[in-house]
């Protein structure tokens, strides 16, 4: 219909695309409206006689009463309802030997004198040839759209402390025209990480291409369908924001986006491929390995071609890229919760616990976060900010946010391994052994300052010189704790002589076998 409301957005990806010298017709075609919708719009911009740029940056209330005035009604194009009733016998015409488009047109045109032109009578036949799955070659043009998908091996980390496993995806851009490729390696597969890594990749290219197309990924496609796919509210911000066009490829139609699914296959064997040895431990790791093999893939000569993807893009492509917007977009989410007793609010998505000042405790306040920060409003004030931790159970706290009388956990923060073998080293060098041992026992180094300085005052009740005496009894143990060395003071056996091995008191007999046993 063309008198049929449309959103806010879509008046404005009008106003967009108008001001890079659409017709109206490519217009419709690409936000998927009616051209009379379209005109009606565009002619009503028209008629406010102000720049584009004036108007998109109005506020939406503003744009919206300026364009959503009453206007009188477009009348039905009658040609287009009668080529569409004339359309079935035109196509089986056009099947039947030596007969060509322009026959057939010239044939229309005898029955209706004064029916579409040739352009576009071709136009709506191919749109309807198209529709029925006819073979048409595609050539693709510069700067008009990036293909993007998930590869299907992911990158596997391994965590320092821990040596906790984990799958990390990597995103696939690629342009199809110039081959020009960008990847990352994610967190995540989540939206907001997916819409920073585009957001890396158009910077990465140095511009914006009209439109993006994607494999209809969950994360960008609201509701797939292979002629009217909706997409997510935060994509479509995204887009807006970029001045770019959303696309979504077929479903079970991977050629329709066959650079990307090509390009991943390439990055398989000239990324994956040379980095298949490296253990990564962070994802900045493994994307520095990764960026350094793509700068590599996009500077060598593609294959049967005396010139690399960066030489067409940079040629061919660059300059007709739509230029960036000043600042990257940046998605920000918002939840309420309450501060909990200790001060705390927790973010659910990571189930991360953040701090605020303690005399807001029981309060509901609001969470505003991004991929990188988190900030913590009270009504209109923030109260706290914070950067954004995924460590999941964690907690992120400020100092300045406890009650006096919890600062000494502050002082608890600032202890070190240095502190505790420092002290240590008054009583002996069995003491530093002991104290290392206990240190190296906990994935959290944190969790063992208590148990070091209990041992440490154990000293200070039973002196320097028992201390390294338990210390050094308590070495020929697997293991070393507070408790082991406390119950050696305690029941005196660090005044026991020790033994000179650990198997001295077993006698000799006959079941015992030697090393030869084992050849």
């Not at 720049?51 to 005035?69: F, V």
């Not at 050696?488 to 005044?495: G, Q, S, T, V």
């Amino acid at each position: 219909m063309a008198n049929k409301t449309i959103t806010m957005l879509q008046i404005k990806r009008i106003l967009q695309l108008k001001k890079q010298d659409k017709s109206n017709r490519e217009i419709a075609r690409e936000l998927k409206v009616s051209r009379l919708t379209v005109n009606v719009y565009v002619k009503r911009t028209q008629d406010q006689g102000r720049e584009i740029d004036q108007l998109l940056k109005m506020g939406e209330e503003e744009l919206l009463s300026l364009l959503q005035s009453a206007n009188s009604p477009v009348q039905a194009n009658w040609r287009f309802e009668d080529l569409m009733n004339r359309l079935p016998t035109l196509i089986d015409e056009l099947k039947k030997p030596h007969a060509t488009r322009m026959i057939i047109w010239e044939e229309y045109r005898q029955q209706v004198s004064d029916g579409y032109s040739y352009t576009q009578f071709c136009e709506h036949l191919s749109r309807i040839l198209a529709a029925q799955k006819a073979v048409m070659h595609f050539e693709h043009e510069p700067a008009a759209c990036m293909m993007f998908d998930f590869a299907g091996d992911k990158v596997t980390l391994v965590d320092v402390d821990t040596g906790e496993i984990t799958h990390h995806p990597v995103l696939v851009c690629v342009l199809p025209f110039s081959a020009f490729t960008y990847i990352e390696v994610l967190p995540s597969a989540k939206r907001e990480q997916l819409l920073k890594a585009l957001n890396n990749a158009l910077s990465y290219i140095g511009g914006v291409p009209l439109s993006l197309k994607t494999d209809n990924m969950g994360q960008v496609v609201k509701k797939s369908s292979r002629y009217e796919p909706s997409f997510d509210a935060l994509a479509e911000q995204w887009s807006a924001h970029y001045g770019c066009t959303l696309m979504a490829a077929r479903v079970r139609k991977p050629r329709d986006k066959a650079s990307a699914e090509s390009h991943v296959n390439a990055i398989y064997n000239r990324v994956y491929a040379p980095l298949r040895n490296n253990v990564f431990h962070s994802i900045d790791q493994a994307n520095d390995a990764f960026w350094k093999q793509l700068d590599v893939f996009n500077a060598h000569n593609m294959q049967h071609c005396d010139y690399s993807r960066r030489d067409r893009f940079t040629l061919h492509e660059k300059s007709l890229l739509l230029p960036l917007p000043a600042e990257a977009f940046v998605p920000k989410n918002r939840i309420t919760a309450k501060v909990q007793r200790n001060y705390h609010v927790t973010l659910g998505e990571d189930w991360h616990h953040y701090s605020v000042p303690y005399q807001h405790i029981g309060k509901q306040v609001q969470l505003v976060y991004d991929t990188d920060s988190v900030e913590i409003y009270l009504e209109s004030s923030r109260i706290a900010c914070h950067r954004r931790n995924y460590h999941k159970n964690g907690h992120t706290t400020l100092a300045d946010h406890m009650p006096a009388e919890h600062k000494h956990y502050t002082r608890i923060k600032g202890w070190n391994r240095e502190y505790f073998v420092e002290r240590a080293t008054l009583a002996g060098p069995c003491t530093v052994a002991a104290i290392n041992k206990i240190l190296e026992q906990k994935i959290f180094i944190e969790q063992t300052y208590n148990s070091c300085l209990g041992v440490l005052r154990l000293g200070e009740k039973y002196g320097n010189d028992r201390l390294e005496a338990a210390c050094r009894r308590s070495l020929q143990a697997y293991k070393v704790t507070y408790t082991i060395i406390k119950n050696i003071l305690e029941r005196n056996l660090d005044k026991v002589p020790e033994q000179t091995g650990l198997f001295a008191n077993i006698p000799d007999h006959d079941n015992i076998r030697g090393p030869e046993s084992y050849q």
